[in-house]
């Protein structure tokens, strides 16, 4: 499953909101369920202030760095396991409130990479030091050593990512300023995505309306 950059989910975001604008029929509904044009105003204004702090980010500068390259080949295929054991955990504990908030199944899964590995490392976490969860392995179809080469690749992750942002001489404490304020934003806009895709489910074209591309 292919992931984005920030910068990348950015534009698709950006791309949603100036569609909206444009879309009467879409605002008008989306307006029922609070989002009015004062409230995706807003959202533009947290994107501005989004894009700000990345206008000048230094990540992809040196696009063939072995450190960077190492990260995204690790990050793709870490992200598709999860995926695919997280999908499998919601049908085996569907009825299990209690793992189902261990995993944080009901969690949507963020694309900030702080929030994100912090999810991917409690589900990886939750599923080894927990004796009931490990004894369902066999219909996870996953072992003990996937959970351990998970673990490894998440501790690799955050190692070679610490690495590379030395590399471009961009410090640790710029790199979270930069992903906290992409999580709010990343957080506002699935909130809305929620909302047009509940809305919108019978009416595909307007959704893919909403996130096409415009023409010059």
């Not at 072995?66 to 295929?77: D, G, Q, T, V, Y």
Request: aromatic fraction near 12%.
């Amino acid at each position: 499953m292919m992931t984005y950059s920030e910068k990348e989910i950015l534009e698709i975001y950006n791309i949603g909101l100036n569609n909206l604008g444009m879309l009467p029929e879409a605002r008008e509904i989306l307006a029922l369920y609070g989002y009015d044009s004062e409230k995706l105003a807003l959202g533009k204004q947290i994107f501005q202030s989004t894009y700000d702090a990345f206008k000048d980010d230094k990540r992809g500068e040196i696009p063939s760095s072995p450190n960077a390259s190492l990260f995204h080949s690790i990050k793709e295929e870490l992200n598709t396991n999860f995926l695919l054991h997280r999908k499998r955990a919601k049908i085996i504990f569907s009825q299990n409130p209690v793992v189902r908030n261990i995993l944080l199944l009901d969690v949507n899964v963020p694309n900030a990479f702080y929030l994100w590995v912090e999810q991917i490392s409690k589900f990886y976490y939750g599923i080894s030091s927990n004796g009931m969860i490990m004894s369902q392995y066999d219909k996870f179809e996953l072992s003990e050593d996937d959970v351990k080469v998970a673990l490894e690749q998440i501790e690799l992750l955050k190692s070679i990512r610490s690495e590379y942002l030395n590399e471009i001489g961009e410090s640790l404490v710029t790199a979270e300023s930069k992903d906290m304020a992409f999580a709010m934003f990343d957080s506002w806009m699935s909130n809305l995505n929620k909302i047009i895709k509940y809305v919108f489910y019978n009416k595909p074209e307007l959704i893919e309306a909403i996130y096409k591309p415009l023409k010059n």
